[in-house]
């Protein structure tokens, strides 16, 4: 790596490219070494080369106008096989490139869910983009952070049933506290700030008492009311 480095600093492109391609014939996996590779080949407009590069096996990437395979197999990048495929012009290979990779969302690192997600539907996808968010609801460590973009793209998507799924499969996951403070926002999200202003008031009078977060959060939702 440190002699790419040193190659890149250089201007040497052909340099870096070798020494990383030097690195992937040693260990195909090295993600970093073909993260490089990539990116290398998108700045000289070799996009075969880049997208080919998505795969760790170049032989198991789509082809022009050939029958998806019977086993598939996702890109390790599969983020960059969409963007990239899109300067091939070759109609329907992203189309192509996203069976593919719907085929492993199980095993898609949980980074990638969410630009999967948009692509689908910008390419009108729907119900891909509909099992990227299952699937990020379904990963063992989620926060609050992470949820709100979550149940706020598939309520835009108008499909109240995947949101009420959403909402409550996160809710089994989240620690109580952050657990009470997602629903306020969940219900503001979905259902508009008169209705978390109504479950904000129920459980404070539940509960007797109200932390300074609480307190903040129900102010923040009397000014979205107007009230």
């Known amino acids: 790596m440190e002699r790419a480095r040193l190659a890149l600093a250089r201007g040497d492109q052909d340099e870096a490219d070798f020494c990383y ?71 329907g290979l992203q189309l192509r490139v996203l069976d593919m990779i719907a085929s492993t969302l199980p095993e898609t690192l949980l980074d990638h869910l969410p630009d999967i997600a948009r692509h689908a539907e910008s390419l009108g996808k729907p119900e891909i983009a509909a099992a990227c968010y299952r699937e990020i609801a379904a990963r063992p460590s989620l926060s609050v952070q992470a949820a709100i973009p979550l149940v706020q793209r598939a309520h835009a998507m108008a499909q109240p049933q995947l949101t009420d799924a959403i909402i409550k499969q996160l809710c089994q996951k989240l620690p109580a506290d952050q657990r009470e403070r997602f629903e306020l926002r969940a219900a503001e999200i979905c259902h508009g700030p008169d209705a978390a202003l109504a479950l904000a008031r129920k459980r404070l009078a539940r509960q007797g008492e109200r932390s300074l977060h609480d307190a903040l959060h129900l102010g923040r939702l009397l000014s979205s009311a107007g009230a």
């Open 21 to 91: 391609a030097r690195l992937l014939d040693l260990d195909p996996a090295h993600r970093l070494a073909r993260r490089a590779r990539i990116r290398l080949a998108q700045e000289t407009r070799a996009f075969a080369r880049a997208f080919a590069l998505c795969w760790i096996d170049p032989t198991t990437a789509p082809h022009p106008n050939a029958p998806l395979p019977s086993v598939m197999v996702a890109p390790a990048f599969p983020v960059h096989a969409l963007e990239i495929a899109k300067f091939l012009a070759e109609p």
